[in-house]
């Protein structure tokens, strides 16, 4: 039979829907043209009031089973609308189940999108008593005892209060952002203590059990004070933070992504500098999904008694293929890692010695030994090695004559060899 409503037809449901999804996009907080969006108590309701129209409808729908095809119906109508590749993928499972509680969907949108100020709670307060006041006020006449009686009641036990009013919804929710908040704040305060124990330990019984027999080349207080300085940024929450949004960017098709690099670009041509945030990005998208794996490594590692000049010929002899196996090349390339990469390339391609100022061991887990970008970093490790460098000078060891130890480019060459011979 089909859509056969005798008051809309599915074209027409449709436009709604689409209505409906422009509401939820602006509820990021910003309109399609980058402007901050207005969420005042009014816009609040008007949502809301989109979200309690599809309710309605969805449950007359559902009380028959005569209209069964109908939604069968419409929800193929969305799942078409929604595999497009210009609609929000953050959107992608709307259904009509999802419609069913329009509500709570526009909620959870908000509450995420909006920064949870004094003005952005006040408004929402004030748009949930609002709302549940007017409904009150068409079915009882003294709704406002009502409603504070409805209050009282939700402080009691909310689980238990069978209203289905605005505000009930709004409880909620703060309470699941409460509970995040809480357990994220936990977390913060978990890792802040680990990343200071990391950064404070000075290796003292290293130090002792190994003053009798100093190393020649390359001390073991040196590779474990370096070894603490680069798990510490691993397990810093600035990047942790960094990595989530890179996972979360990097979640989408590659033409939504890079929608979001553009318009970092843009910044750029206005003024602001924005190349080594880009930069940073990119790379800690390459390794979102294995940074568990990347910190264990770090972690785990025992280094070997192995001059500088030794390891720099083990990680040269990567970038020349002699550790890569065909099938591990392949596997690699065909991820989005090299899409990744490859936009890096293009995007760095003039200011490649900047890439520099980034944390050693973040380029050595981020590039792969198959990509160009491997080849052209090792390239400028060994002009750094022999000091002839043009654009960059990572330490004065080469003019003064010096071994390679306690320095930079040191440092540099030890976490590619940490991560990519080490692990092989």
């Known amino acids: 039979m089909g859509w056969s409503h005798p008051d809309i037809t599915l074209e027409e449901m449709l436009k709604l829907v689409k209505g409906f999804v422009d509401i939820l996009i602006l509820a990021s907080g910003y309109q399609s043209s980058g402007l901050p969006a207005i969420w005042d108590s009014h816009n609040i309701k008007q949502a809301f009031r989109w979200g309690l129209f599809f309710e309605n409808v969805f449950r007359c729908l559902s009380s028959s089973d005569a209209y069964q095809e109908m939604v069968e ?7 078409e609308m929604t595999a497009d590749p210009i609609f929000p993928q953050g959107l992608a ?17 908000l509450m995420s999108g909006l920064p949870l100020r004094n003005e952005h709670l006040g408004a929402f307060c004030r748009a949930m008593v609002e709302m549940d006041l007017e409904e009150l006020q068409g079915k009882q006449d003294d709704s406002l005892n009502l409603y504070l009686h409805k209050l009282t009641t939700l402080n ?23 509970s995040a908040v809480s357990c994220i704040s936990s977390a913060e305060m978990s890792l802040g203590v680990l990343c200071k124990t990391i950064r404070d330990n000075d290796w003292t019984q290293t130090v002792r059990k190994l003053s009798k027999e100093p190393l020649k080349h390359f001390t073991a207080p040196i590779k474990n004070n370096w070894k603490s300085r680069n798990v510490s940024y ?32 843009i910044a750029a041509e206005i003024g602001y500098d924005a190349f080594l945030e880009t930069a940073e990005l990119l790379l800690l998208g390459c390794v979102a999904s294995r940074w568990d794996t990347v910190i264990k490594h770090f972690l785990s590692v025992s280094y070997e008694c192995v001059s500088i000049s030794k390891q720099y010929d083990e990680v040269r002899n990567l970038s020349q293929g ?14 989005k890692e090299r899409e990744i990469l490859e936009y890096l ?13 980034l944390p050693p061991s973040l380029l050595a887990v981020a590039i792969p ?6 080849n052209l970093y090792i390239s400028e490790l060994e002009r750094q090695l022999k000091g002839i460098s043009p654009t960059t000078i990572c330490c004065n060891c080469a003019h003064e004559g010096k071994k390679h130890s306690d320095c930079e480019l040191a440092e540099r060459i030890l976490c590619l060899y940490t991560y990519h011979v080490c692990r092989s």
């Open 369 to 374: 030994s198959w990509s160009s970008l491997f």
């Open 93 to 109: 499972h709307l259904s009509s189940v999802v419609l069913t509680k329009a509500r709570v969907f526009v909620l959870e949108h």
């Open 322 to 335: 002699i550790y890569q196996s065909l099938q591990f090349k392949e596997e690699l390339k065909s991820s």
């Open 73 to 79: 119906e419409l929800d193929a109508a969305l799942s």
């Open 345 to 357: 390339a293009v995007f760095s391609e003039d200011q490649l010695h900047k890439l520099w100022q």
């Open 156 to 178: 009691t036990n909310i689980d238990k209060c069978s209203d289905d009013g605005f505000t009930k919804y709004f409880v909620q929710e703060i309470l699941k952002k409460q």
């Open 234 to 265: 691993f397990l810093d929450k600035r990047t942790v933070r960094l990595v989530s949004g890179a996972a979360m960017i990097f979640s989408a098709p590659k033409t939504k992504w890079m929608q979001v690099f553009e318009r970092l670009n």
